[in-house]
């Protein structure tokens, strides 16, 4: 086996291992922490995201009628068609999808980091980002079902789904019902527990300081994604 080979199922390794032993594999992962692997985890699970947002954006339905004026984003005529609003609608969940994935993981582990370093915790920040990266292993599955799900989903359910997101008349409050949503998932709140224990690893403080810490963190997030595609 050629030395590329086995970086390459080790890293693989390192991914199942945060699924099967987390502490273990977390700890691991910390005594010599490859920012490029945690990097390229975040992506691979970004552009699944983005992809699964495409799917489900190209099964909507136009709302808007041809003739409807667009301001400065106006087609040949002056006007918009429905062709070119649906493309701008896909490129536009595309963008949030990316954005909304390595937002997450640096803001998430910025806040995490500032709010260790003040309780004492001794850990790097590279540390936390490399962990944090790893820790987002949960939402590569839950990603992985949303595109299988994009695929085989009917126009008629997508469309269902997306009206369950607006449920209530003032945009306020589906803001807050949708960044509750997406921040307590399963996948999330598994997300959120290895976090814990990644917090445990890097900054070496209690269980209960980490808890106190992600919470807090998740709380901040979750104000922060009424308003930024996170």
């Known amino acids: 086996m050629s030395k590329r080979e086995g970086e390459k199922l080790s890293f693989i390794g390192q991914v199942i291992g945060c699924l099967t032993s987390p502490r273990s594999s977390l700890k691991s992962i910390l005594e010599k922490p490859s920012l490029l692997r945690a990097a390229v985890l975040i992506l691979v699970i970004a552009v699944i995201a983005a992809w699964a947002s495409y ?3 190209e099964k ?3 709302t808007f009628r041809p003739e409807q004026e667009a301001g400065p984003f106006q087609g040949p005529g002056g006007f ?3 062709e070119q609003i649906r493309q701008a609608s896909m490129i536009v969940s595309v963008m949030m999808g990316l954005i909304g994935v390595f937002g997450s993981w640096l803001i998430s582990s910025t806040i995490v980091h500032a709010l260790s370093r003040a309780q004492g915790g001794k850990g790097t920040f590279r540390g936390i980002l490399t962990l944090a990266g790893y820790a987002s292993t949960p939402l590569l599955i839950q990603h992985l079902l949303r595109l299988i799900d994009s695929f085989t989903a009917t ?5 269902q789904l997306a009206e369950m997101t607006q449920m209530f008349n003032q945009p306020f409050l589906n803001a807050i019902a949708n960044a509750a949503l997406n921040v307590f998932s ?3 709140l598994w997300s959120v527990a290895l976090l814990v224990i990644a917090l445990c690893e890097n900054y ?4 209960a300081r980490s808890v106190v810490t992600v919470a807090a963190m998740y709380i901040t997030i979750l104000f922060l994604s009424m308003f930024l595609p996170l």
């Open 55 to 57: 799917n489900y954006t």
């Open 60 to 62: 909507l339905p136009l």
């Open 80 to 82: 918009v068609s429905p």
């Open 155 to 159: 126009k008629q359910e997508v469309l």
């Open 186 to 188: 399963i996948f999330r």
């Open 204 to 207: 070496k403080i209690s269980t």
